[in-house]
């Protein structure tokens, strides 16, 4: 912890500017992180990144020397190694994930993640009010490795009204997956029931209803067949809609009907992952399209537009020029 007395070449700038003069070595995803921690205090109260420091102000900032300093810790990842903008307004970031980064702490991982490095780039921007306090939200998750597209808001409102409308359908989902094997059909609609085990972390799936599980149904069509993934497998690129968004839906649901994805641990056939040696699951969230039935609100300008990005599977050897 160090502490700083407001100086008058300090003084009527906003306290995150201030730090980043004092400590220009600083991360800056360490410095909008102790905000969002509330560990930084002016005059021994906690205090956002919008403050206006006065002169004379005693700043006592609650991250250690080492950090501060640009120090003996690892370097902070890059933004574009976690993430690109596919669109971005004063209300909302549109970005393409890549895999292998949690879109928000976990057990696993608690810097770096997704909505650490939209923070901070955010930020760096100045893009949201310098006065609303508001950090930039989630609207939407994606695990780990599954890669693809994440809406961000900006502002409380941009979020009310992008919750309200995932939750009424009126933002349409499309994933890529490549499946092992072919399909019975090109084109069809999945019904099952998923039930969830929080303590394993990984769903059942089931034809019949049980008093824990609920109904998923999920839309697919095949858009190409790969021959000879490996010597003895074909494999299939479908595109996936998800009608009902459950935890690990589609993973859960194709390794169900025996058609798993390619590189998945957990739901997937390990002897064809490890034989084609993929790193992540060839599951990638490629196109978002708003639809809404009753205005957008704020947001209403997006109503009818579409995003979409090619997926990278890259890490699939055989397979790079999908």
Not at 11 to 35: C, G, H, T, W
Not at 40 to 67: M, P, Q, S
Not at 279 to 305: D, H, M, T
């Amino acid at each position: 912890m160090q502490t700083l007395i407001i100086a008058e070449d300090s003084s009527n700038k906003r306290i995150d500017k201030v730090l980043k003069e004092k400590y220009p070595n600083m991360p800056q995803n360490f410095m909008y992180k102790a905000f969002r921690k509330k560990d930084v205090k002016v005059n021994g109260i906690r205090v956002k990144e919008d403050y206006i420091a006065n002169l004379g102000d005693k700043v006592e900032v609650y991250i250690i020397d080492e950090i501060l300093e640009g120090k003996s810790i690892s370097e902070p990842t890059d933004y574009f190694k976690a993430f690109t903008v596919i669109y971005e307004d004063k209300n909302l970031l549109i970005v393409n994930k890549k895999q292998g980064i949690p879109v928000h702490p976990d057990k696993d991982q608690a810097e770096n993640t997704l909505i650490d490095l939209v923070t901070a780039y955010i930020r760096e921007k100045e893009v949201t009010s310098k006065t609303s306090g508001f950090s930039p939200a989630l609207c939407h998750r994606l695990d780990r490795n599954t890669g693809g597209l994440i809406i961000i808001a900006k502002n409380n409102e941009a979020l009310k009204v992008m919750l309200e409308k995932i939750k009424n359908k009126e933002v349409k989902k499309y994933y890529q997956c490549l499946v092992r094997g072919k399909m019975e059909k090109p084109q069809g609609i999945l019904k099952a029931y998923l039930e969830k085990d929080e303590r394993k972390s990984r769903v059942y799936i089931n034809d019949y209803k049980t008093r824990n599980s609920l109904e998923i149904i999920t839309k697919y069509k095949t858009l190409s067949i790969i021959d000879n993934i490996t010597a003895d497998d074909s494999a299939s690129l479908l595109e996936v809609e998800l009608v009902t968004g459950r935890t690990h839906q589609i993973r859960a649901h194709m390794s169900y009907i025996g058609h798993p994805i390619v590189g998945d641990g957990k739901y997937g056939d390990n002897t064809l992952n490890r034989t084609l040696k993929a790193k992540y699951q060839a599951l990638w969230a490629y196109k978002l399209k708003f639809e809404f039935s009753k205005g957008g609100g704020i947001l209403n300008y997006l109503n009818g537009k579409e995003f979409k990005v090619m997926p990278d599977f890259s890490n699939i050897l055989p397979i790079r020029n999908i």
